[in-house]
């Protein structure tokens, strides 16, 4: 009687002391990413888009961006006619801003959509960790959670109220679903929404950029293609004037 009456207490006592089940880690999520989609994405990839540019709620303007991509880690964007020379490449973790065919400037910037959306894919999770540290993103945290009704990762804060960089990842899809960049009171959010499975490679086509709540542009997709190649001058300063794919 005495054991049965002490059961109880035993085993609450010994749960103490039980081995806690392992912190989740941000890179961890980044392992899980890599390895459900290395090789499984080709590293060269085109598209156009429109992209809605707000000025306020009532205020917008409508553009068509020409975009090319070779991963990891180069993207070349032409604003509206490839002709009038305004654009931007993003390579070495710097940004590139062109006008009139004339650099206008540079400046180091990890660009932390293209990071998640494909260069984790495409090269070491260690150099994805390291991008993404460098962005003010805390890889040390990381939890898992319901948003949106789906299960997902999130990783930067401890909890979704936490002012801090972060971005969330799908739990069974692992692709990222929103990023955010947390720079004093500025807070700049990405959310992707409309993914497709373009020849095999599983593209978000919906992206939506706000600051502060209001949003700022809205990119819809189209004419995505996947060249077995693309030209390496592409993507370099000097190649940037006579870009066309």
Do not use: C
Request: glycine share 6%; no cysteine.
């Amino acid at each position: 009687m005495l054991l049965h009456l002490l059961l109880p207490f035993l085993l609450s006592f010994a749960g103490l002391f039980a081995p806690s089940a392992p912190a989740l880690t941000g890179q961890e999520v980044l392992s899980k990413m890599h390895s459900k989609y290395q090789g499984k994405f080709n590293p060269y990839f085109t598209f156009d888009q429109k992209a809605i540019i707000y000025r306020s709620a009532q205020d917008s303007t409508v553009q068509v961006w020409h975009e090319a991509l070779a991963l990891p880690g180069r993207l070349v964007i032409k604003f509206e006619d490839f002709e009038k020379g305004n654009g931007a490449i993003y390579a070495q973790d710097s940004q590139f801003v062109f006008k009139d065919n004339a650099l206008q400037t540079r400046a180091r910037r990890v660009h932390e959509v293209l990071v998640l959306g494909f260069d984790v894919y495409h090269q070491p999770v260690e150099r994805s960790a390291a991008q993404l540290q460098e962005a003010g993103i805390d890889l040390s945290k990381a939890f898992s959670t319901t948003w949106q009704g789906r299960k997902v990762y999130v990783v930067g804060v401890g909890s979704l109220d936490e002012k801090a960089s972060h971005f969330i990842i799908d739990q069974e899809k692992l692709w990222v679903l929103q990023t955010v960049r947390q720079t004093g009171d500025r807070r700049n959010v990405v959310d992707l929404k409309g993914y497709q499975n373009v020849k095999g490679n599983w593209v978000a086509t919906d992206l939506t950029f706000s600051l502060n709540g209001k949003t700022t542009m809205h990119e819809v997709y189209y004419n995505m293609k996947f060249p077995k190649t693309l030209p390496a001058d592409l993507f370099t300063v000097a190649g940037f004037k006579a870009a066309r794919w």
